[in-house]
């Protein structure tokens, strides 16, 4: 079974190219972030022609997350168990959904940006967190992925340049430690251990150049419960869908299990 997570920064806006990643590496499940749309305003018909069932949780423009998957899709959850919420009034955002693939539970994540460092939108990225692993940790003895973007950049190699970022989000002590709770909980960075070495990312802004200087982050993850690691028999980051016109500012990441 193959299975991918992407950051599609619109779904209406990528769809053809959502379909051709499908079709050109033989995906099983998909996991999509930012779809930023209504349920009714998707073009699903092509995906749904190919043999994809879907699972969605979008409200706006903003955030939504998604499941594609061929394999089957049952056991559908909107946000996991205590998810906080944000705005005014305080309401969850669509940044969890989970659902039953082929015998492995996949959580498609959208974790909170952040913005910047003591924003009420840091605290409320550390919250969400927080009650994400207190969640993960009931579901860690079971197949479970938990897959997208993780907004947090856990090394030091995973920036460009760890000084440009030194007062920024994204790799603050408190989001690694955060990032880093999931791995002592027992849950396993599946993808890294086929991708090694610095300057391996999977996100580059639009901004100057960042994708063709390779200046990027990496902050798109698939961490693994056990019993999922164990299957991984590799992983990669599909670097090329990154180039192009119209093409999202994050790569795909992809595992492929035994």
Not at 19 to 45: G, N, S
Request: glycine letters at 8%; aromatic letters at 12%; one cysteine or more.
């Amino acid at each position: 079974m193959r299975i991918a997570t992407w950051n599609v920064n619109s779904l209406r806006s990528r769809i053809d190219r959502v379909e051709r990643f499908l079709e050109r590496h033989d995906i099983d499940v998909l996991a999509l972030q930012e779809t930023k749309a209504r349920e009714e305003q998707l073009p699903l018909m092509g995906l749904q022609s190919a043999g994809y069932e879907f699972a969605y949780s979008g409200t706006s423009q903003w955030n939504g997350v998604a499941l594609l998957s061929r394999v089957g899709i049952e056991d559908v959850e909107v946000g996991f168990p205590e998810m906080p919420g944000y705005g005014d009034p305080v309401a969850p955002e669509a940044r969890a959904i989970g659902a039953t693939c082929g015998g492995v539970r996949v959580w498609s994540l959208y974790v909170p940006n952040g913005r910047k460092v003591d924003d009420p939108h840091y605290h409320y990225k550390l919250e969400w967190l927080a009650r994400l692993r207190e969640a993960a940790r009931g579901w860690i003895d079971t197949p479970t992925a938990l897959v997208g973007d993780w907004n947090i950049a856990p090394r030091d190699e995973d920036v460009y340049d760890i000084a440009a970022f030194a007062k920024d989000t994204h790799v603050t002590p408190p989001e690694r430690a955060a990032f880093q709770g999931f791995l002592d909980d027992g849950y396993v960075d599946v993808v890294r251990p086929h991708t090694p070495g610095p300057e391996v990312f999977t996100y580059w802004d639009y901004y100057r150049q960042r994708f063709e200087r390779n200046r990027g982050m990496r902050i798109d993850f698939v961490l693994g419960s056990p019993s999922f690691a164990e299957r991984v028999v590799h992983g990669f980051i599909d670097r090329e869908e990154r180039a192009g016109q119209g093409a999202s500012d994050h790569a795909p990441v992809v595992v492929d299990l035994d």
